[in-house]
């Protein structure tokens, strides 16, 4: 008799453990689940257009020379050029990229986009010289203008205007960076595993 009594009270007890280690089991798979939930909503808070304005001045002088008779005879043309743009560097962070490993709480960002850098001059003509047999055309701004947006771009290329946008991209995804340490997460980019001290490898 005390024999069964002991069999049974071994059975329930084991039974109610391997419900304990069940629900244990659930309730840890939920909380990862809710990490990843979590970080997915985070990720779409960083996602949104980050914008970067900054103001360029230049003065330019155009000239253009048509040949006739062998170069024997010349036609000049020459504009004073006063360019004022404005410039965005802007990144798109909706277009980020990611995978969502739970198993082993890795979110593994597979695209961050380019910066885009637009340009937009106001050009006004000054001091305009041509002659009937050298007009300025419509060519003529067109050339001007894709002169300008070239040198305006090896400006912004020089200027702070693309490391601060850089920063504020930066400053967004370190969002992720920071909810992802909290929960014990990792955050990997091109094969690397991101932390705080090599975050511009998002760069």
């Known amino acids: 008799m005390l024999k069964k009594i002991l069999i049974g009270t071994a059975a329930v007890i084991l039974i109610l453990l391997a419900f304990r280690y069940c629900e244990f089991k659930k309730d840890g798979d939920g909380t990862t689940f809710e990490e990843s939930a979590m970080i ?12 970067t304005e900054g103001h360029y001045s230049e003065v330019i002088t155009y000239k253009n020379k048509e040949n006739y008779l062998g170069n024997y005879l010349s036609f000049e043309k020459k504009a004073l050029v006063i360019v004022n743009a ?8 909706r277009q980020v990229q990611y995978d969502i490993d739970e198993a082993n709480k890795t979110i593994t960002i597979t695209n961050i986009p380019k ?10 003509f000054y001091d305009i010289q041509e002659s009937t047999f050298n007009e300025f055309t419509g060519d003529d701004y067109n050339k001007i203008n894709a002169q300008v947006k070239a040198s305006m771009r090896k400006k912004i290329e020089k200027s702070s205007l693309k490391t601060n946008a850089q920063n504020r991209l930066i400053s967004e995804l370190s969002k992720i960076l920071i909810l992802t340490n909290s929960m014990g997460w990792k955050l990997q980019y091109n094969g690397e595993q991101v932390n705080d001290k090599n975050i511009e490898v998002l760069l």
Do not use: C, W
Not at 44 to 49: A, E, F, M
Not at 115 to 124: A, G, N, R, W
């Open 40 to 51: 997915q909503e985070q990720i779409k808070n960083v996602g949104k257009l980050v914008v």
């Open 86 to 93: 404005e410039a965005t560097v802007s990144y798109d962070l």
């Open 115 to 124: 910066e885009e850098i637009k340009i937009s001059p106001d050009i006004k």
